[in-house]
């Protein structure tokens, strides 16, 4: 016969990932962070142009879905995609997604220390 099996631990277990359920402060960050690829975006297009019309119509726009939280940053000028991937007369002038890889790591900074305060034990 074998002995019984004990798993300690369930209840802490439990708790943690309702506390993950209950994350607060991951949209503020989310938006901060977008709000920063944004600006790095329209940087590298004020390097072109200083008074881009395409700078400026970038925009941030909630794009969440139920309880998937998620930003989308872009433009709707035509001219963007056309700058950013360029054409097969023109070379391509990326804006948007080289801002985006800088600021990556910094995402995924915040969001480990969001979720490391939403684990963290509490007494």
Do not use: C
Request: proline share 7%.
């Amino acid at each position: 016969m074998t002995a019984p099996v004990e798993i300690r631990g369930l209840e802490m277990l439990r708790q943690r990932l309702a506390a993950l359920g209950a994350m607060t402060g991951l949209d503020p960050a989310l938006r901060a962070e977008a709000e920063a690829v944004a600006a790095g975006a329209r940087a590298t297009l004020a390097t072109r142009h200083a008074d881009s019309p395409l700078a400026r119509s970038i925009r941030i726009i909630d794009a969440s879905e139920g309880d998937r939280l998620a930003f989308a940053i872009g433009t709707d000028e035509p001219s963007g995609r056309y700058l950013e991937f360029g054409t097969t007369r023109m070379r391509a002038f990326p804006w948007l997604r080289p801002s985006l890889h800088v600021r990556s790591p910094s995402v995924n900074q915040s969001l480990r220390r969001l979720v490391a305060i939403a684990l963290k034990p509490r007494g």
